[in-house]
C-alpha cells in the first residue's frame, strides 16, 4: 500500500460538491485564500484519508462557516487528525472497516457539537464519498491493478458475486506441492474473512444505531424544549390573567363597599332632612337653606386656602423633580461615557492578549452545568468575564434568575418546599439535567408537595 493522501470533501443537500487537498485546507485556514462558492454559508464537510487504491480509510465528519467574503468564520479550530486517530470503526467501504468520528461517535466531546452525523443508508454518504474517491478528481496517483475493480455500490459489498464461490481462493491443485512448512487451512482463510466482513457489518450497524439514536435523542430534545417554552408561556399568561382579575375583583369590592357607604349616607341624610321638613314646615327650610349655602361658602373658601397651602409646596417638589431628573440624565450620560472608556480599556489592554493566544490555536473552554464544556469565543470573552452566570445563563437560553435557581436544584436536587417555620422538605427529587426542561416550583418540589400546588 502506497502513501495515504487527506482531502476535505464538501457536501451540498448531501450531494458532493467540491474536493481539495488538506494542505489546500490548511491554506484557508490560515486566510491565505477563500472559497467564494460557500460565501456565507455553513457547510458540512468530510476529512478523509485515501490509499493508493483510493480507498476510504478514515473520515471525520464536521462542519464549518463561511463570512460574506468565502474566509473561515469565527475561531474554527478542529484537531481532525486527533480525531481520527482515536475514532471508531465504521462501516467497509473496500479496504476494512475504516475509522468514523461524527457526533454521535466523537472521541472528544467538546467538539461534538461541531460534527454531522452522516447518511448510513444505502447511497448515502459513504457511498457518495466512495464514488467520488475512485472518480479521483484530486488527481491522486493510483496504484490499482486490474484485479481489483471499482466498487459502485457501498452497500453491495458483502454479497457474493454471482456464480463465485464466497470468501474461498481460487487454488491451482496441478501445481499444488507438498513443502516443508505447512500451508495455511482452507478453513482458516474462510474464518478470518468472515471475520473481517463481521467486523465491518458490526461496526456499520453500531455507526447507524448511535445516529438514528443521535437523531430521535434531538428531536425529542427539540419538542422538549418547544412544549417547555409553549408551557412557560401559557403558565405566565395564566398568572397574569389571575393577577389582573385579582385586581378588578379587589377594585369592585372597594367600589361596592363605597357605594354602600354613600347610598346609606344619603339614606340617612334624606331622612334626616324630611324629618325636618315634616317638623319644621317653610322655617326649616329656609334654614336649611341658610346652612346649605353657609356651608357651600365655607367649603370654598378652605378649598381655596388649601390650595395656596399646597401650591407652593407642589410648586417647590416640581422644581426638585426637575432638578433631580436632569441630575439623572446628566449622571446616565456619565455612566455610559465611563462605560465605554472602561470598554475602550478592557479592549486595548486584554484584546491583544486574548489575540495573540488565539492565534497560536488556544481555544478557550470552560466548564459550567448545564452547557458542560463551553467553548468562547475572543470576542465573547469581555461579557464571559465580567458575569459568566449571565453569559452561561444567555447561552441556555433561560433568564438568569431561572438558572440561579436551577443550579440550586443541579447542585442539591432536594424538595425546597418551605414549612410555617421556614425549613425545607429535604426529600430527595428527581435531578433536572438541563436549564431549559427546569421549572421553578415543579422540578423542585417532591411529589407531595408538586400535587398540593395543582
Not at 413 to 431: A, F, M
Amino acid at each position: 500500500m502506497g502513501a495515504l493522501s487527506e482531502a476535505i470533501v464538501f457536501f451540498n443537500d448531501g450531494n458532493v460538491v467540491k474536493e481539495m487537498f488538506f494542505a489546500e485546507f490548511e491554506a484557508v485556514l490560515d486566510d491565505v485564500v477563500g472559497v467564494p462558492d460557500f460565501a456565507g454559508d455553513e457547510v458540512q464537510a468530510a476529512f478523509v484519508q485515501i490509499d493508493g487504491s483510493l480507498k476510504i480509510l478514515g473520515a471525520v465528519f464536521f462542519t464549518i462557516s463561511f463570512d460574506a467574503r468565502g474566509r473561515v468564520a469565527g475561531n474554527w479550530n478542529i484537531p481532525l487528525r486527533h480525531l481520527l486517530d482515536h475514532a471508531s470503526l465504521g462501516p467497509d467501504l473496500g479496504a476494512g472497516p475504516i475509522r468514523v468520528a461524527c457526533r454521535s461517535a466523537c472521541p472528544v466531546a467538546w467538539y461534538r457539537r461541531q460534527l454531522w452525523d452522516p447518511d448510513m443508508n444505502s447511497g448515502g454518504t459513504f457511498q457518495r464519498m466512495s464514488i467520488a474517491a475512485e472518480r479521483n478528481r484530486l488527481g491522486i496517483i493510483s496504484e490499482r491493478s486490474d484485479r481489483s475493480a471499482p466498487q459502485s455500490n457501498v452497500a453491495d459489498f458483502f454479497r457474493p458475486a454471482a456464480g463465485s464461490e464466497p470468501l474461498a481462493a481460487p487454488v491451482d491443485r496441478a501445481a499444488a506441492k507438498p513443502t516443508p512448512s505447512p500451508s495455511t487451512p482452507p478453513a482458516a482463510v474462510f474464518n478470518r474473512r468472515y471475520r473481517a466482513k463481521l467486523v465491518a457489518l458490526r461496526s456499520a450497524e453500531k455507526l447507524n444505531l448511535l445516529t438514528q439514536a443521535e437523531t430521535f435523542q434531538s428531536t425529542i430534545d427539540r419538542q422538549a424544549e418547544d412544549l417547555t417554552r409553549q408551557l412557560r408561556e401559557r403558565e405566565a399568561l395564566i398568572k397574569a390573567q389571575k393577577e389582573r382579575l385579582a385586581e378588578m375583583n379587589q377594585q369592585h369590592k372597594e367600589l361596592r363597599g363605597l357605594l354602600e357607604t354613600q347610598t346609606r349616607l344619603i339614606s340617612q341624610k334624606t331622612d334626616e332632612i324630611e324629618a325636618l321638613l315634616e317638623r319644621g314646615g317653610q322655617d326649616h327650610k329656609q334654614q336649611i337653606a341658610v346652612l346649605r349655602a353657609e356651608h357651600a361658602e365655607s367649603l370654598e373658601r378652605q378649598l381655596k386656602e388649601q390650595a395656596i397651602k399646597l401650591g407652593e409646596p407642589l410648586h417647590r417638589r416640581e422644581r426638585e423633580l426637575y432638578l433631580r431628573a436632569k441630575e439623572i440624565v446628566d449622571l446616565r450620560r456619565e455612566l455610559s461615557v465611563l462605560r465605554e472608556q472602561n470598554r475602550g480599556l478592557m479592549l486595548s489592554s486584554d484584546n491583544q492578549l486574548l489575540q495573540n493566544m488565539s492565534e497560536k490555536g488556544v481555544v478557550f473552554v470552560a466548564y459550567h452545568p448545564g452547557v458542560e464544556h463551553l467553548v468562547i469565543s475572543q470576542d465573547d470573552m469581555p461579557e464571559y468575564l465580567n458575569n459568566p452566570l449571565a453569559y452561561v445563563a444567555s447561552r441556555c437560553e433561560v433568564p438568569d434568575g431561572q438558572y440561579h435557581e436551577w443550579l440550586a436544584h443541579y447542585r442539591l436536587p432536594i424538595c425546597r418546599q418551605r414549612d410555617h417555620s421556614g425549613q425545607y422538605c429535604g426529600e430527595p427529587v428527581t435531578k433536572v439535567m438541563r436549564p431549559m426542561l427546569f421549572r421553578p416550583g415543579e422540578s423542585d418540589r417532591c411529589h407531595e408537595h408538586s400535587a398540593s400546588l395543582r
